[in-house]
């Protein structure tokens, strides 16, 4: 499994941001797909989880209302649309994924960073 992202840069508080993570290596409808996101001295937090089966997504409570994934079964891509970014928001965003069947119960965000396969991740930068 592969996935690269891109997407990232520097903005102003209030300005948007949309990440992409396209894959490769798996069969889309079989895995879950999430954002994860580390700042400096902070722990991993898992921003969001996608379904690829059903398009299903959940958000971290930090996010949720600014952040919508969603995925593109045609171009084996998700993506991460960030509205009213925050300077809370700088972070290095890695998209992660792993099997559907090897999670159960209902889809948390925080799953994403439990996945086996990571990206290289890409930096988002907010200012005040």
């Known amino acids: 499994v592969q996935l690269v992202e891109s997407g990232g840069g520097s903005v102003q508080a209030g300005e948007s941001l949309r990440l992409s993570c396209t894959v490769s290596g798996l069969t889309f409808g079989d895995f879950l797909i999430g954002w994860v996101r580390q700042a400096p001295g902070k722990a991993v937090e898992g921003v969001s989880c996608?379904?690829?089966?059903?398009?299903?997504?959940v958000y971290a409570d930090s996010v949720k209302g600014r952040f919508t994934m969603h995925s593109d079964r045609t171009k084996s891509t998700v993506y991460l649309q960030m509205d009213d970014l925050k300077p809370d928001d700088t972070a290095t965003y890695y998209c992660a994924a792993d099997y559907l069947v090897s999670f159960g119960g209902e889809m948390k965000a925080d799953w994403a960073t439990q996945f086996g396969a990571w990206g290289q991740g890409t930096q988002v930068t907010v200012s005040s």
């Open positions: 996608i379904s690829t089966r059903d398009g299903q997504a």
